[in-house]
């Protein structure tokens, strides 16, 4: 009835976790080798400001600008052109159908939240557009 210590015949009820530990030293060194290696976020172009500043810009340039016109909506124009949000995938449609370059950039007032700016990303990718660059203050300053 005696409580004798580690010599007995019998079974024990430790368990060796030792090669637990191997285990789990061995998983954590290949989780922290894979963790760099994933890749997030998206694919950004941003457009470069022009070397030359007295340089035109190029007239086949399409960009589309959401404008706010303190009615609540905002109004929509392509380079210099008025158009409704209802008109404008098929007015990029028409104008992208012809080229080979499928680039557009979009520009949206400064009083605008992006929900207004969104449609404007959505109309050229139904336009078939490859590239849409956003036109930031900083990118139209010249910085």
Do not use: C, W
């Not at 760099?36 to 070397?51: A, M, S, W, Y």
């Not at 979009?106 to 990303?121: N, R, S």
Request: glycine share 10%.
């Amino acid at each position: 009835m005696g409580m004798g210590g580690g010599g007995g015949k019998g079974a024990r009820s430790d368990i060796n976790v030792t090669p637990l530990i191997d285990v789990l030293l061995v998983l954590l060194i290949i989780f922290m080798v894979i963790q760099p290696n994933v890749v997030r976020g998206l694919d950004t172009l941003v457009p470069q400001p022009p070397k030359d500043k007295t340089a035109d810009v190029d007239s086949r340039t399409i960009v589309v600008q959401a404008l706010a016109n303190g009615k609540g909506q905002p109004a929509y124009k392509i380079n210099d052109d008025q158009v409704t949000l209802d008109q404008l995938t098929e007015k990029l449609r028409t104008i992208f159908e012809a080229r080979n370059d499928k680039v557009m950039f979009v520009k949206g007032d400064k009083d605008l939240d992006f929900a207004a700016v969104t449609p404007v990303i959505d109309a050229g990718h139904a336009a078939g557009v490859d590239n849409i660059g956003i036109i930031t203050p900083r990118v139209e300053a010249g910085n």
